[in-house]
C-alpha cells in the first residue's frame, strides 16, 4: 500500500507451485493457476493480494533456488555425499534449477526495461531432481556415491508437488532480449563460487 501511495514498483517473489504440474509444455504467464498445496496456494493468494494492492509491480514466479547462503538442494546433496555412499532422490518431478545469481541479473534486466505484470524465471531447460542429483556430484568430481532414482510416493511426504513445473520463458526473452543460461552452466558457476567453501566441507 505505502508503495502504491507513493508510486513505486514493488517486485515480488512467487513460485511455479502455484501450477498443478499435470502438464507437459512450459506454462505460461497467463495459464490457469491450480496450487496442489498450501505453500502454492498461500503464494497465489499472495500474487493475488498484491494485484489488488497495486499496479505498479512486477510477480516473478521462479522455481528449484541454490545460492550462495542459505541451505538448498545442491548444498544437501554434498553434504549427503560426505556420510553416505548411496542415496534416493525422486525422478518423478521435473523443474528448472536456477541459481540464485542469475535470477539476481534477470531482475536487474525487468526493472531496467521497466516491466510490468507477472513473469516466469529460471534458468533453461529442466530436469528431476533426481536428474538434478547426479549432475551436482558429477560436477563436484564425486564419483564414490550411488544416486538411485525413486518415485515421489516411496518418500511419503505430507505435501504434494507438482510433477511437472517448468515454465516458459518466452514472456521474459520478449521483453529483455536476452535469455536465461541453461541450468548446468548456473550449477557450475554456483559450485565455482562456492569452492573455497566446499574445499573446508569435504
Ligand atoms: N527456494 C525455492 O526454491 C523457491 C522457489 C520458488 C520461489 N521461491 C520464493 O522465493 C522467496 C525466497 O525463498 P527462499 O527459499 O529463499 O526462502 P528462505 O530461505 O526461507 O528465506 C526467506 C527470507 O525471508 C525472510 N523473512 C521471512 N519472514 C519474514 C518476515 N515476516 N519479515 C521479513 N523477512 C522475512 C527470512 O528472514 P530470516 O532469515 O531472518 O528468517 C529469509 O531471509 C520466497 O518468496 C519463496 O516463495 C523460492
Not at 64 to 72: A, D, I, Q, R, T
Amino acid at each position: 500500500m505505502a508503495c502504491h501511495r507513493k508510486n513505486i514498483r514493488i517486485i515480488h517473489f512467487s513460485t511455479d507451485y502455484v501450477f498443478n504440474g499435470t502438464g507437459s509444455a512450459p506454462y505460461k504467464e497467463d495459464d490457469d493457476c491450480d496450487p496442489i498445496n498450501t505453500y502454492g496456494a498461500s503464494k497465489l493468494a499472495g500474487e493475488r493480494y498484491l494485484q489488488t494492492l497495486a499496479q505498479n509491480y512486477i510477480i516473478i514466479r521462479t522455481a528449484w533456488l541454490y545460492g550462495v547462503n542459505g541451505k538448498n538442494f545442491v548444498r544437501t546433496i554434498l553434504e549427503k555425499a560426505k556420510t553416505t555412499p548411496r542415496l534416493t532422490v525422486v525422478d518423478d518431478q521435473l523443474g528448472s534449477p536456477t541459481h540464485t545469481k542469475d535470477l539476481a541479473a534477470a531482475v536487474d534486466l525487468l526493472i531496467e526495461k521497466n516491466a510490468q505484470g507477472i513473469f516466469h524465471v529460471t534458468n533453461r531447460g529442466s530436469c528431476s531432481w533426481y536428474q538434478f542429483a547426479v549432475k551436482i556430484l558429477q560436477e563436484a568430481g564425486i564419483d564414490d556415491v550411488e544416486v538411485s532414482p525413486i518415485k515421489s510416493d516411496q518418500l511419503a511426504r505430507q505435501a504434494k508437488r507438482p510433477a511437472y513445473s517448468v515454465l516458459s520463458m518466452q514472456k521474459f526473452i520478449q521483453t529483455t532480449g536476452k535469455a536465461m543460461q541453461p541450468w548446468q552452466l548456473g550449477l557450475q558457476d554456483y559450485l565455482e563460487s562456492v569452492k573455497a567453501r566446499l574445499h573446508t566441507l569435504t
